[in-house]
């Protein structure tokens, strides 16, 4: 089974602070996300990487950076945390081929930001 | 531009009755479609996913949708709910480069 994992679970932090949220997938797939998910505005996808060093936009990309130097891992950064980034934080892959190819989901890292 | 409507956030259900999720889709070419469900304090598990080989998909836990193109529809059902069923459900649609569009979800109510 492909495993993603979310390097936390719960995390609080204060505003102004540059806060790292790291994801690792181990089936050696090309694509990785980033959404954000917040109640009744189900699933917003902040960045996209497709291969290593690669990314593109998502829809909310304002306040949010990127970092993929290896395949397996994709790094979500907020450069300056404020108050509306507290959210559930979701990372997910896929393979790059095929349209049917589901995305795979980690648990998700649920961040405060006081 | 790839969209996908869920109505009603909450649907509440008695145990052992039909569990019926609606979702409708805006493509403008074939669609790729998933249905997810997320348990509290979990990430997003694939239920189904409508490649185009059948119209009606089984999935996992009893659960199965049927396309229809031309309502632009691939609504979830269930037919006898368990409490184990409670938990959020997302549909959604492929776009660009292997992206998703996520409808904004319906929280189920599982009512002994």
């Known amino acids: 089974d492909v495993k993603v994992t979310q390097s936390s679970r719960y995390l609080v932090k204060r505003t102004g602070e540059k806060v790292f949220l790291e994801c690792v997938q181990d089936m050696d797939h090309e694509n990785m996300f980033w959404y954000r998910q917040d109640p009744g505005l189900g699933l917003r996808l902040i960045y996209f990487?497709?291969?290593?060093?690669?990314?593109e936009k998502g829809d909310i990309p304002e306040g949010y950076s990127v970092s993929r130097e290896k395949k397996e891992r994709f790094s979500l950064i907020l450069e300056s945390a404020s108050t509306n980034q507290t959210s559930m934080y979701l990372c997910?892959?896929?393979?790059?081929?095929?349209?049917?190819?589901?995305?795979?989901f980690g648990d998700g890292t649920r961040l405060s930001i006081l | 531009a790839q969209s996908v409507t869920q109505l009603g956030s909450h649907v509440s259900v008695s145990e052992g009755a039909l569990v019926l999720l609606r979702c409708n889709y805006s493509s403008s070419v074939p669609p790729y479609l998933f249905w997810y469900v997320q348990y509290p304090n979990q990430g997003l598990q694939l239920l189904l996913k409508?490649?185009?080989?059948?119209?009606l998909v089984k999935g996992i836990n009893g659960f199965e949708a049927e396309f229809k193109k031309s309502e632009t529809s691939f609504h979830l059902t269930k037919p006898s709910a368990h409490m184990s069923d409670a938990a959020e459900y997302f549909c959604a649609v492929r776009y660009g480069n292997n992206r998703l569009a996520f409808g904004k979800g319906n929280q189920v109510v599982v009512i002994p």
């Open positions: 409508y490649t185009s080989a059948a119209t």
């Open positions: 997910a892959s896929s393979p790059i081929t095929g349209g049917t190819q589901p995305q795979h």
């Open positions: 990487s497709y291969d290593v060093k690669m990314k």
